[in-house]
């Protein structure tokens, strides 16, 4: 079945650091990939995402590449700010074609990362 | 509503009572889905509808757990003789569709069974 592995946590790094958070999937068929972020006490909510191979997903500052090669989606941020402290999930979702999802959402176990100032 | 709402925010059992969580969707969301957040652990998949079509009941992990979904809006997850392993955070999810990914989180039920 599909399965989705993300680097373990927790991470802590200091403003304006480099990050990365390593996230590989296993899947067939056409996934499409996801990055959500749980900030405290709020619920989870969309980050960025990747409907087809070599796409590239972006949102505040964040950025990951679809690597079908390597079932890769990791995620990049130049600098990070205090306000980035959160739970970060990687997720995908079958589809029967490119750019199409069934919604059912797999989920890795989630990275915790910590920003001081 | 503006967001997924869902209730109680926090509940507290006895092992072998039944329970039962509330999710109300985004109106206008044809899919709404269920997952467990344990201690230390990824979300877990559990159910999901869409519109009228029969569920996807796959992530149940027992007999004991059981959902519905009335009038195609609101959703109640009922677990029957709560164990403590059933602890965790149960969260409620919906989109606009099967294949609009992205989903809009409520902020979850903490489940604790003493």
């Known amino acids: 079945g599909d399965s989705v592995t993300q680097m373990e946590g927790p991470v802590t790094l200091s403003e304006e650091a480099f990050l990365t958070i390593n996230c590989t999937y296993t899947?067939?068929?056409?996934?499409?990939l996801f990055w959500y972020v749980q900030y405290p006490g709020e619920g989870l909510q969309l980050l960025l995402k990747?409907?087809?191979?070599?796409d590239k997903g972006s949102n505040k500052g964040f950025e990951a590449t679809y690597r079908k090669e390597t079932t890769s989606f990791h995620l990049e941020k130049g600098s990070v700010q205090v306000s980035d402290s959160a739970v970060y999930f990687c997720?995908?979702?079958?589809?029967?074609?490119?750019?199409?999802?069934?919604?059912?959402?797999?989920f890795g176990q989630g990275t915790i990362l910590t920003v001081h100032p | 509503g503006a967001g997924v709402s869902q209730s109680p925010s926090n509940k507290v059992t006895e092992k072998g009572k039944d329970v039962e969580l509330r999710c109300d969707p985004i109106?206008?969301?044809?899919?709404l889905y269920w997952y467990r957040q344990s201690l230390g652990q990824g979300l877990e998949f559990l159910i999901y509808?869409?519109?009228?079509?029969?569920?996807?009941k796959s992530g149940l992990p027992s007999d004991r757990f059981s959902a519905e979904r009335t009038g195609g809006s609101v959703s109640t997850l009922t677990i029957q003789r709560t164990q403590q392993e059933d602890s965790a955070v149960y969260l409620c999810?919906?989109?606009?569709?099967?294949?609009?990914?992205?989903?809009?989180f409520g902020s979850g039920t903490q489940l604790s069974v003493l």
């Open positions: 999810a919906s989109s606009l569709g099967t294949f609009n990914e992205k989903l809009f």
């Open positions: 899947a067939t068929g056409y996934p499409s």
């Open positions: 990747a409907t087809k191979a070599d």
């Open positions: 997720a995908l979702s079958e589809g029967r074609g490119w750019g199409t999802s069934y919604g059912k959402l797999t």
């Open positions: 109106s206008g969301h044809t899919a």
């Open positions: 509808f869409q519109g009228n079509s029969a569920p996807d």
